[in-house]
């Protein structure tokens, strides 16, 4: 027994056009990068959670 395809919803008119200028727009213009001050405190938790043990590891050597 097939299973029916979905119909794809296709942007038309206006929207379409409000779709790829704010597309075209966002390509222009990347997301923002990290401060260093935030790329430093990602560090931080990052080298934490690789340090991290367990309290019942803590013990274990």
């Known amino acids: ?3 029916p ?3 794809v919803p ?4 206006e929207i379409a056009a409000d779709f790829v200028s704010r597309a075209e ?5 990347p997301a923002p990068a990290l401060s260093m001050e ?3 405190r990602v560090a ?3 080298k934490q959670m ?3 043990k367990f309290p019942w590891e803590k013990n274990k050597r």
Not at 10 to 13: F, K, N, Q
Not at 25 to 29: S, V, Y
């Open 38 to 40: 935030r790329e430093e």
């Open 10 to 13: 296709i942007l038309s008119g």
């Open 25 to 29: 727009a966002h390509e222009k213009n």
């Open 44 to 46: 931080r938790v990052m």
């Open 50 to 52: 690789r340090e991290f």
């Open 1 to 3: 027994m097939a299973i």
């Open 5 to 7: 395809i979905k119909a």
